[in-house]
């Protein structure tokens, strides 16, 4: 029997080569790991774990997912440029999490936009300059991945984010800005901006509209001093410079 008191403390826990016959519950009771238990037979699994979240079956293959759309939580198309089967991603009525990244778009699929549950969107290192009219659509967008898309017109898309009153997380890492437009300003909601790897010199003042705001990552762009930023949110801002 594996002695659960020695990894309780591990943030990850990878255990492939013991046998688990049984966890016994009272020695998890805060469970703060991930425990990864793939390729074991278990006899038995504790009825309640503290804390546990289940992480959901990735699928990286369309066809697969197919099989049972409405079982489809996450769905992973990174890299994949054969664009046949997205005429089909409107049937994944239950999708959270979809990965398009680098798949050569240069359009925004419509199909997605009839994903109501959909919370993480990574559509980043691709071609499209422009956001779906009625990307607002997605009203339980958390996060969206933006970055290394170099063709973005950030005021025309701005306009369009600002209809998502749930998105929390904004990434635009690499995406060649030399400015932000000051319209930023009505992404009210957003919590967390990743601007890092860009040609921002400033930041515009506009920026004090997001009044969530709590992390900000500036990094690896020449900016001279961004005082207005430190003056307007007087401490109450992480900035990663």
Same mark, same amino acid.
């Given at each position: ?102 798949? $050569? *778009?240069?359009?925004? #699929?419509?199909?997605?936009?009839? @994903? +109501?549950? /959909?919370?993480? &969107? =990574?559509?980043? !290192? %691709? ?71 860009? $040609? *921002?010199?400033?930041? #515009?003042?506009?920026?004090?509209? @997001? +009044?969530? /705001?709590?992390? &900000? =990552?500036?990094? !690896? %762009? ?20």
């Amino acid at each position: 029997m594996t002695n659960f008191n020695i990894i309780r403390f591990l943030k990850i826990t990878v255990m492939q080569t013991v046998k688990i016959v049984s966890i016994i519950q009272k020695k998890i009771k805060r469970p703060n790991f991930l425990l990864y238990l793939a390729f074991f037979s278990l006899v038995s699994f504790p009825i309640k774990f503290v804390n546990a979240q289940v992480l959901e079956k990735e699928y990286t293959k369309i066809e697969e997912a197919l099989k049972e759309p409405d079982k489809v939580i996450r769905l992973n198309l990174e890299n994949q440029k054969n664009h046949d089967h997205f005429k089909d991603l409107g049937k994944f009525k239950n999708l959270e999490y979809l990965n398009l990244r680098n798949t $050569d *778009l240069d359009v925004v #699929p419509e199909e997605i936009l009839t @994903l +109501k549950h /959909l919370k993480i &969107l =990574d559509i980043g !290192h %691709n071609d499209f300059s422009l956001l779906p009219k009625n990307f607002g659509s997605l009203r339980n967008l958390q996060e969206l991945y933006l970055d290394e898309d170099k063709n973005l017109n950030l005021y025309e898309d701005f306009e369009i984010l600002s209809k998502l009153k749930h998105l929390k997380i904004l990434h635009l890492e690499n995406d060649g800005i030399k400015e932000l437009p000051g319209n930023i300003g009505r992404l009210s909601d957003l919590e967390k901006l990743y601007l890092s790897g860009n $040609d *921002l010199k400033t930041i #515009p003042i506009e920026i004090k509209g @997001l +009044k969530n /705001l709590n992390y &900000l =990552d500036i990094h !690896h %762009n020449p900016i001279i001093a961004p005082l207005n930023i430190i003056k307007t949110y007087k401490g109450g801002l992480k900035i990663k410079f």
